[in-house]
């Protein structure tokens, strides 16, 4: 599915740091068959695709992405292709299959390649539940 940087689902991304670049050259899948709970692939010509497990994302009555703390996962993949148009191809493979490598006995989420993507996300849980909270009306006012 591919996402337009002006549709609802596409305002809500950017709202979060998302590009519209990022948006434009990516394209999300949901799938049953993933192990994990999401991936990025950097697409050789495509840009991007993403593929996340089916029942991570969450949809609203008119079919755009509801808002959550159930977008965090997509926030962070997002930002990984980001990355990949950022940086191209090689280097992206690059930098990553280095900061895997060089990590030693330290979180990978620390790395520089991932800590923006984990930045993002948390920061997403973290509006979405400060919203709850009723902290997000008080801000605005």
């Not at 949901?30 to 991570?56: D, E, H, N, S, Y």
Request: hydrophobic share 35%; net charge positive.
């Amino acid at each position: 599915m591919w996402i337009p940087a002006d549709s609802p689902s596409g305002r809500r991304l950017r709202r979060h740091g998302v590009s519209s670049h990022a948006l434009s050259k990516t394209r999300v899948y949901p799938v049953g068959w993933l192990p994990g709970i999401r991936v990025t692939v950097p697409l050789p010509f495509f840009g991007t695709a993403i593929l996340i497990k089916k029942g991570q994302l969450k949809w609203d009555a008119e079919g755009e992405l509801a808002e959550g703390p159930e977008l965090a996962p997509l926030v962070h993949q997002l930002h990984h292709a980001h990355q990949r148009l950022e940086w191209g191809l090689v280097r992206y493979l690059w930098r990553h299959l280095r900061a895997r490598l060089r990590r030693g006995y330290g979180p990978i989420r620390f790395s520089q390649v991932e800590r923006e993507c984990y930045e993002a996300a948390r920061q997403t849980v973290e509006y979405y539940q400060q919203e709850r909270n009723g902290y997000a009306e008080q801000v605005d006012s």
